[in-house]
């Protein structure tokens, strides 16, 4: 597979929740269903097998278990790693649970649109992630394991080339970076050949310009790293060496104590060549991992001189990307909102939409560099710049004004929204489960808000400092914080701010927004008893209990929602916009009845036949997209006697009952592929009526006059060249051309010099129809002759096998044309 992009065998994505192992493990499936993960590679969601094992103790678990499904499959008994030989394995660190989005960094999703994608779906940093690795950095790499963290923005550019050539051992990807930004993260050292010699992070300035390349930038840790299948091997046999151990399930089922190890200052630092054992061993640089006793950390020390001895011989290595770019998505607001938002000259936003997958009704209201992202916003909703709006359902008249994030709102939010300044806010609405009850919390803060700075030490709160925050709202100190968290502890992490529950009232938004304040409503006291007297959580107290699957499920509600109002809107106005994307969409992720619905829907109201012809072949698609690809052939007969009376109805022009009819129908044909794709071909049947019906209002422009009729007996004749279909034959004709376009280059021959296609017709005195076909040679010609007396001999007309029906058709090499067909009246 040299040079072509990587076919994964087993892909692994780590999390640390129990709770959220399924609706991950779903979100990996529609997308592989989707094809954007290959060809049917093993999907696994490991959870982290206890909490903060740190990266590189979840890099050994997850490897352990492709490991085990691997050998499964190969018909082992017991764990072998030669089955890492032949293997391409991705394991994707989902990391630390996320401020400004539920169901974490991975799953943030983009302001992007990919209108050549099979499937129409909501682009989520995971999925740049994917499209990223396999279609660049790890293109053309030998078979071994890829690990990527997920918290951060990755580009490349689209030729990115690694040389691979003679590669053992691992290798790290590096882009180039600022010094200053490098200040706050990981950097690699590493000489002109390539060879790492160390790995700093957040080091001072002095040991950071070490670093410094030709092209005056150093080259970051973006969190990218490939193991060959012989280091793989080698970093695998530890798992069973104690105290690593401990990293894996296995130690977890075994009772063995965790331990915290970090993939690049623990695993990838032994191998580094600048590194000494001691060094290593002792050392406690930023990042390694360190225990909270002494137990401990001798476990980590015991741990990092077992990865020495089994790991420090082999060769690592940094391939660096000068064009790559790399964005850590931080704990900060205004980060995590310029990571959304387009901004002049940034090449990774240059493709960003301002409205992605979103139904806007006055998109006039829209500023430049604002980003709405699945969401539908009705009325007047008028959005200033460098404002981001997420996964809402809102109503206007409102008005959100610059540096505001606004997440998870629905329709009801609206109200209590419009009686408040909107700047530089985060407002949030959190799907959690609480103790079983399902519940939506909203927490609000500021866009300019440090959410780890210490209270009494410069920390603030909606963009202000804490005492003016304490002054305006009549809180106080007691009310947020317990007495046995000390003051130097204290911060927006984990102040009980948020309220939750309460006795006697329902919550809404209104209960956090009024901690702005307002010019039309300042705080009062029964807002703020009302406040005291709610049951409320901090966010460090929140985030355990949000019910990821539960968002996963609203989002992708929201979504189908908006896209029911796409359809709509590309239906009735005609648009030249391909619904098949979204087709597709509804058929995998379980959404196609409201899709019937939507398109039942505009093809009864319809007064145009021809938008209710292609309401009805999109149900066609989707009924076919249903069928998964079995059930036979799309094409096919479509005049089965049970859906005659849906078909009288529209041949009278009743296009409601005919659609109803249709409707009543086809819930008796979606049991089974098979049914399934003969209810696709009536509903191209029906579509077929109502586009001779669109045809034929054409009739309005055509004038008839008399005329003389031609002597009896005497021959008329017509003739035309050969026609040759370059390309496209057929694409312009419904249904095809509705959702894929269409277009015909043909070629018009004469054959010997002669237009070989013709006809002639004479009046003859019997009331008769004769068509007469001749093909072939002089020497071996076959004459077909069809005589018609009545109208019930045409009434097969629309029988593609007909006699008489096709006599132009022909195909396959060597194929003679029809020479003449003679009509005789």
């Known amino acids: 597979m040299a040079g072509g992009e990587v076919d994964w065998t087993v892909i692994v994505l780590t999390c640390q929740h129990k709770d959220s192992v399924f609706a991950f493990q779903k979100e990996l499936e529609i997308r592989r269903d989707r094809g954007s993960l290959g060809r049917q590679p093993i999907l696994l969601t490991v959870e982290d097998p206890k909490g903060q094992v740190g990266s590189g103790g979840a890099t050994l678990n997850a490897l352990l278990v492709a490991a085990e499904h691997l050998s499964a499959r190969a018909g082992y008994t017991v764990v072998t790693s030669d089955v890492l030989q032949k293997a391409w394995i991705l394991i994707l660190h989902m990391g630390r649970d996320f401020l400004f989005d539920d169901c974490s960094r991975a799953f943030t999703c983009l ?15 995971l999925d740049s992630l994917l499209a990223t690795l396999m279609h660049q950095v790890c293109r053309g790499s030998p078979p071994g394991v890829w690990v990527s963290s997920t918290d951060m923005l990755l580009t490349v550019p689209i030729m990115t080339e690694i040389d691979w050539h003679g590669f053992q051992g691992v290798r790290v990807i590096a882009v180039p970076g600022s010094i200053s930004y490098a200040r706050q993260h990981g950097v690699y050292l590493a000489d002109t050949q390539g ?6 992070y957040q080091s001072p300035e002095d040991q950071i310009r070490q670093c410094v390349g030709p092209d005056g930038k150093v080259p970051l840790v973006c969190g990218v790293v490939f193991f060959s299948s012989e280091a793989a091997e080698q970093l695998l046999a530890t798992h069973v060496i104690p105290p690593l151990d401990a990293c894996t399930y296995l130690g977890l089922d075994s009772g063995a104590p965790a331990i915290q190890l970090s993939l ?54 940094m391939a660096y990307i000068p064009e790559g770019c790399y964005d850590y998505m931080t704990m900060s607001a205004s980060d995590h909102i310029r990571h959304l938002t387009p901004h002049p ?42 404002s981001v709006i997420q996964h809402c359902r809102l109503k206007g008249p409102l008005e959100i004004h610059t540096g505001c994030l606004l997440t998870g709102l629905d329709v009801a939010s609206s109200v209590a929204l419009r009686s408040y300044l909107l700047r530089d806010v985060v407002v949030q609405g959190h799907t959690v489960r609480l103790r079983g009850i399902p519940c939506k919390v909203f927490t609000l803060s500021g866009h300019h808000d440090d959410w780890q700075s210490m209270a009494e030490e410069g920390g603030t709160y909606l963009n202000r400092p804490w005492s003016e925050f304490f002054l305006r709202t009549g809180i106080r100190s007691h009310d947020l914080w317990s007495p046995d968290i000390p003051s130097s502890r204290r911060c927006l992490l984990n102040a009980r701010l948020f309220p939750v529950l309460h006795a006697s009232e329902p919550l809404g938004v209104g209960d956090v927004l009024w901690l702005v304040g307002s010019p039309l409503s300042p705080p009062g006291a029964e807002q703020l008893q009302r406040w005291r007297t709610s049951w409320r ?74 938008v209710a012809a292609r309401s009805l072949a999109c149900i066609a698609d989707l009924l076919g997209c249903l069928a998964k690809g079995e059930g036979g052939l799309r094409s096919g007969p479509a005049a089965n006697a049970a859906w005659a009376q849906a078909f009288q109805h529209l041949e009278k022009g009743d296009i409601l009952e005919g659609v109803k009819e249709l409707a009543k129908e086809r819930k ?52 035309c060249p050969a026609r040759i279909d370059l390309s496209g034959g057929w694409s312009d004709t419904p249904p095809i051309t509705y959702e894929h376009g269409g277009a015909v280059v043909d070629l018009a021959v004469l ?75």
């Open 111 to 125: 302001p992007l649109e990919e209108p050549a994608a099979p499937a129409e779906a909501l682009t989520c940093n």
């Open 195 to 200: 060879v790492v010699q160390d790995i700093f």
């Open 264 to 317: 690049f200052f623990d695993i990838l630092l032994c191998m580094a060549q600048g590194v000494s054992e001691e060094a290593f061993v002792k050392g406690q640089r930023p990042g390694m991992g360190s225990g909270d006793n002494v137990q401990a950390a001798g476990s980590e020390r015991s741990a990092r001189s077992v990865l020495w001895k089994a790991l420090h011989a082999v060769p690592l290595t």
């Open 345 to 386: 000259g940034n090449a990774r936003s240059k493709a960003f939409r301002k409205v992605a997958h979103s139904h806007v009704a006055e998109p006039q209201l829209l500023a430049e560099g604002c980003s709405v992202t699945n969401s539908l916003l009705e009325g007047a909703v008028k959005v200033g710049p460098g």
């Open 537 to 610: 959580m901090s966010w460090e107290e929140l985030k355990g209990s949000l019910d990821q699957e539960a968002e996963l499920a609203a989002r992708r509600a929201t979504f189908f929602l908006q896209a029911q109002s796409k359809t709509k809107r590309v239906l009735m106005e005609h648009s030249n916009c391909s619904l098949l994307p979204l087709i597709r969409s509804a058929a995998l992720e379980g959404y196609h009845k409201a899709m019937l619905e939507t398109l039942d829907q505009v093809a009864s109201m319809a007064k145009d036949p021809g």
């Open 668 to 719: 008796k044909w979606l049991d089974r592929p098979v049914l399934l794709v003969r209810a696709a071909r009536h509903y191209e049947g029906a579509e077929q009526i109502l586009v001779r019906q669109a045809v034929m209002s054409s009739c309005q422009f055509i004038s008839l006059r008399l005329a003389t009729l031609p002597p009896m007996g005497r021959w008329l004749r017509a003739a």
């Open 751 to 825: 054959v010997d010099g002669h237009r070989p296609i013709g006809a002639q017709a004479r009046r003859i005195a019997e009331p008769e129809l004769r068509l007469i076909s001749r093909s072939g040679r002089l020497e071996g010609e076959m004459v077909v002759e069809l005589v018609c007396r009545d109208l019930e001999d045409l009434r097969d007309y629309c029988q593609p096998h007909a006699p008489g029906k096709s006599p132009f058709s022909w195909s396959g090499k060597g194929a003679t044309l029809p020479k003449q067909l003679t009509c005789l009246l």
